[in-house]
Nanobody, 124 residues
Framework: QVQLLESGGGLMQPGGSLRLSCVASGRTFTDYWMGWFRQAPGKERDFLATISGSGGSTYYADSVKGRFTISRDNAKNTVYLQMLSLKPEDSAVYYC?????????????????WGQGTQVTVSS
């Protein structure tokens, strides 16, 4: 079992930057690919980015490539999502997730553990 706890969300102005954190506990952190997803009201949960257990491989959704950066600090059991040039359409609940298998995936069903989410609102 892996427990995930996101933090760092809040109300931001358009053009601002924000870094989300997700702390994991319960199992060997490096065994898991970690991912970030988001879900806006009335919409499906969308993949944003994923990172391998070592941190050496990352994949991004085209919609956020170049603006969002995923990283991890295995010594702190933490995965981050750095978000730049925030737009109102980035407003959503942001979730981190852990995947048991040693391969990347952009599908939410392929992730086995989820955090409770952190709200990000981008508005002037």
């Amino acid at each position: 079992q892996v427990q995930l706890l996101e933090s760092g969300g809040g109300l931001m102005q358009p053009g601002g930057s924000l870094r989300l954190s997700c702390v994991a506990s319960g199992r060997t952190f490096t065994d898991y690919w970690m991912g970030w997803f988001r879900q806006a009201p009335g919409k499906e949960r969308d993949f944003l980015a994923t990172i391998s257990g070592s941190g050496g491989s990352t994949y991004y959704a085209d919609s956020v490539k170049g603006r969002f950066t995923i990283s991890r600090d295995n010594a702190k059991n933490t995965v981050y999502l750095q978000m730049l040039s925030l737009k109102p359409e980035d407003s959503a609940v942001y979730y981190c997730a852990a995947r048991r298998y040693p391969s990347h995936s952009a599908y939410s069903n392929d992730y086995h553990y989820w955090g409770q989410g952190t709200q990000v609102t981008v508005s002037s």
